[in-house]
């Protein structure tokens, strides 16, 4: 009789242990606490490991850090201790390949501290990865207001002479040692010494493994075409998706696991880090008066429903324009069912209650979002085929 009631127990036991192994693990949280005053009520669906929160104080290079960002959840993801990566010495090459780019086209190209989530993926193929202890690149809270300046003008006086100096390049990266460091050729890390390639080798990133995406229709669906966003200064490539495949990636790399780095227009009046939200009302939020503005950051709004046509528009009409890169780190839904995604910034952790992160409603990445990089393998194989990546 013992054995048979020990058996029912362990029976009882393994089947509890299946059935919440078969139960999506789902967890109820505020995450690190909604902005005071909130009604809003998040469910976490899925939420990806990530590094600490960073701050790009006064520099333009949001592209740099969310990448990193991303690269660092794809270390931790592939089974890697949690690293962290230097910012800088992405920022420090990317301006080396801008001015060599702005002085051949004789200053008729854009040089400013903005980039794409392919430039970070170009400059570690090309310059290879080091960690933050490496190159810290000068000030913990960085300002490149000067460098930006300084680099320009110097760059402006180069193109003048009738002919190029043979020190142009020598004077450019002099001024880049001065602010941000002179580059490391080798470095220790935990013990082991490594150059820039030999750590990109060990980190087991390959730059081949990631691919940008976006969604209009001025171009055939399903071909790579040049993004037209100022910062796009090389004239990086994305593939062309429509909108409910272009969502569809996201999910599915969320789902299993995998980080998005994202790049968005952050200008919308219904955009608001500091309340830790960004939606999409049905009701226009650029007649709202500041009462309604903040009843909707407080309490769940209907929203719009976003087509491939309104997107097209606000692309075309100047309305949505290229203007912040951010790592969406999970997804969740609200207490009506909406379903939002969760997003690391990189504005530190005290501009919000939830210490440097905010939830985005999925219409408003939808319509707001101008192109995403993601890992290749996170992309569904219907459409990695359609694009030619299988």
Same mark, same amino acid.
């Given at each position: 009789?013992?054995?048979i009631k020990l058996l029912l127990i362990a029976s009882a036991l393994i089947n509890n242990v299946n059935a919440q192994e078969m139960t999506p693990k789902v967890k109820t949280t505020d995450f690190s606490t909604n902005h005071?005053?909130? &009604?809003?009520? #998040?469910?976490? /669906?899925?939420?990806?490991?990530?590094?600490? /929160?960073?701050?790009?104080?006064?520099?333009?290079?949001?592209? *740099?850090?969310?990448?990193?960002?991303?690269?660092?959840?794809?270390?931790?993801?592939?089974?890697?201790?949690?690293?962290?990566? $230097?910012?800088?010495?992405?920022?420090?090459?990317?301006?080396?390949?801008?001015? @060599?780019?702005?002085?051949?086209?004789?200053?008729?190209?854009?040089?400013?501290?903005?980039?794409?989530?392919?430039? /970070?993926?170009?400059?570690?193929?090309?310059?290879?990865?080091?960690?933050?202890?490496?190159?810290?690149g000068g000030n913990e809270k960085p300002n490149h207001s000067e460098l930006s300046a300084v680099l320009r003008a110097y760059l402006d006086a180069v193109i003048k002479q009738p002919k190029l100096s043979d020190h142009w390049?020598?004077?450019?990266?002099?001024?880049?040692?001065?602010?941000?460091?002179?580059?490391?050729?080798?470095?220790?890390?935990?013990?082991?010494?490594?150059?820039?390639? $030999?750590?990109?080798?060990?980190?087991?990133?390959?730059? +081949?493994?990631?691919?940008?995406?976006?969604?209009?229709? %001025?171009?055939?669906?399903? &071909?790579?075409?040049?993004?037209?966003?100022?910062?796009?200064? +090389?004239?990086?490539?994305v593939y062309n998706v429509p909108l409910d495949e272009f969502t569809s990636i996201i999910d599915n790399s969320i789902d299993k696991g995998y980080s998005v780095e994202w790049a968005s227009d952050v200008s919308e009046k219904?955009?608001? #880090?500091? =309340?830790?939200?960004?939606?999409?009302?049905?009701?226009?939020? +650029?007649?709202?008066?500041?009462?309604?503005?903040?009843?909707?950051? =407080?309490?769940? /709004?209907?929203?719009?429903?976003?087509? !491939?046509?309104?997107? !097209?528009?606000? #692309?075309?009409? @100047?309305?949505?324009?290229?203007? %912040?890169?951010? %790592?969406?780190?999970?997804?969740?839904?609200? !207490?009506?069912?909406?379903?939002?995604?969760?997003?690391?910034?990189?504005?530190?952790?005290?501009?919000?209650?939830? &210490?440097?992160?905010?939830?985005?409603?999925?219409?408003? #990445?939808?319509?707001?979002?101008?192109?995403?990089?993601?890992? &290749?393998? *996170?992309?569904?194989? *219907?459409?990695?085929?359609?694009?030619?990546?299988?």
């Amino acid at each position: 009789m013992k054995k048979i009631k020990l058996l029912l127990i362990a029976s009882a036991l393994i089947n509890n242990v299946n059935a919440q192994e078969m139960t999506p693990k789902v967890k109820t949280t505020d995450f690190s606490t909604n902005h005071k005053g909130s &009604k809003y009520q #998040f469910t976490v /669906v899925k939420d990806i490991t990530c590094t600490d /929160v960073k701050n790009q104080n006064h520099t333009g290079t949001c592209w *740099a850090y969310s990448s990193e960002s991303f690269l660092e959840s794809e270390l931790i993801r592939m089974g890697k201790p949690k690293m962290d990566l $230097s910012e800088m010495w992405i920022v420090r090459n990317a301006y080396l390949e801008r001015a @060599l780019n702005y002085v051949r086209r004789q200053g008729k190209a854009q040089f400013e501290e903005g980039g794409e989530p392919h430039d /970070v993926i170009n400059i570690v193929r090309k310059y290879g990865l080091v960690p933050e202890s490496a190159y810290p690149g000068g000030n913990e809270k960085p300002n490149h207001s000067e460098l930006s300046a300084v680099l320009r003008a110097y760059l402006d006086a180069v193109i003048k002479q009738p002919k190029l100096s043979d020190h142009w390049l020598e004077g450019f990266n002099g001024i880049l040692d001065a602010y941000l460091g002179k580059k490391t050729d080798s470095f220790i890390y935990q013990d082991k010494t490594y150059n820039p390639m $030999s750590f990109l080798q060990y980190s087991g990133i390959n730059p +081949d493994d990631y691919v940008e995406f976006s969604s209009f229709t %001025h171009h055939p669906f399903y &071909k790579p075409f040049t993004i037209e966003v100022a910062d796009n200064w +090389d004239n990086g490539q994305v593939y062309n998706v429509p909108l409910d495949e272009f969502t569809s990636i996201i999910d599915n790399s969320i789902d299993k696991g995998y980080s998005v780095e994202w790049a968005s227009d952050v200008s919308e009046k219904s955009f608001s #880090f500091r =309340n830790g939200i960004a939606i999409i009302p049905a009701a226009d939020a +650029d007649t709202m008066q500041k009462p309604a503005l903040d009843s909707m950051f =407080n309490n769940p /709004v209907k929203e719009m429903t976003i087509t !491939q046509d309104l997107r !097209q528009k606000a #692309f075309d009409n @100047l309305s949505t324009t290229d203007d %912040h890169g951010m %790592h969406i780190i999970g997804s969740a839904k609200d !207490q009506t069912g909406t379903p939002y995604y969760i997003v690391k910034n990189s504005w530190g952790t005290d501009r919000n209650d939830m &210490k440097g992160y905010f939830f985005c409603s999925k219409a408003y #990445f939808q319509y707001k979002t101008t192109c995403v990089l993601v890992n &290749k393998n *996170a992309v569904p194989l *219907a459409i990695a085929k359609k694009v030619g990546l299988k």
